[in-house]
T-cell receptor
Framework: GESVGLHLPTLSVQEGDNSIINCAYS??????FIWYKQESGKGPQFIID?????DKRQGQRVTVLLNKTVKHLSLQIAATQPGDSAVYFC????????????FGAGTILRVKS | KAGVTQTPRYLIKTRGQQVTLSCSPI?????VSWYQQTPGQGLQFLFE???????NKGNFPGRFSGRQFSNSRSEMNVSTLELGDSALYLC????????????FGSGTRLTVV
């Protein structure tokens, strides 16, 4: 399959610090990207999205940056809180495949109080 | 508005049996996608239905099938279950075009024994 999640990288941050989670996507023709947060026992929760004609988008405490040159996506979380602890996934959509999303492996974010 | 509803939440089946999972999308959403999530392979796309038609299919064997009804509710079926089919099965719904994000349900945890 396209998404392999064997060993998830872990990012540990202190409460109140900023977090940056990175993702390399696979297809230069992908037109839409989404970040999801998944807590234990729950489905992925939408955080923020960005279209390929943008390079930055801000939400509440979160910012997504898109670098199409190197096929890189990042999620910045400001003033990280214990409730932000979860697994974070990036997903890309290749429009010619309709609504099919290809997910990255995920990153575990641990927030230390 | 109500979110994506998946039933049942948990299921235990024996090898060789078949199983049917259900997904009710957000009201007004016509696209329903299914994903399989395992620790080893991460989130993998199974198929997408739009207006009762399968629009995309992932790289899974023919034992995995689905359908969508006129009210956009969707079911997926797995026949001749194998131990490796144990996973969290997630359903996501989206509006036409999908640019508003893809909302996931909480999933069905299938255990095959």
């Amino acid at each position: 399959g396209e998404s392999v999640g064997l060993h998830l990288p872990t990012l540990s941050v202190q409460e109140g610090d900023n977090s940056i989670i990175n993702c390399a996507y696979s297809n230069s023709a992908s037109d839409y990207f989404i970040w999801y947060k998944q807590e234990s026992g729950k489905g992925p929760q939408f955080i923020i999205d960005i279209r390929s004609n943008m390079d930055k988008r801000q939400g509440q405490r979160v910012t997504v940056l898109l670098n199409k040159t190197v096929k890189h996506l990042s999620l910045q979380i400001a003033a990280t809180q214990p409730g932000d602890s979860a697994v974070y996934f990036c997903a890309e959509r290749l429009q010619e495949y309709g609504n099919k999303l290809v997910f990255g492996a995920g990153t575990i974010l641990r927030v230390k109080s | 508005k109500a979110g994506v509803t998946q039933t049942p939440r948990y299921l235990i089946k024996t090898r060789g049996q078949q199983v049917t999972l259900s997904c009710s999308p957000i009201s007004g959403h016509r696209s329903v996608s299914w994903y399989q999530q395992t620790p080893g392979q991460g989130l993998q796309f199974l198929f997408e239905y739009f207006s009762e038609t399968q629009r995309n299919k992932g790289n899974f064997p023919g034992r995995f099938s689905g359908r969508q009804f006129s009210n956009s509710r969707s079911e997926m079926n797995v026949s001749t279950l194998e131990l490796g089919d144990s996973a969290l099965y997630l359903c996501a719904s989206s509006s036409v075009g999908g640019n508003g994000g893809y909302t996931f349900g909480s999933g069905t945890r299938l255990t095959v024994v």
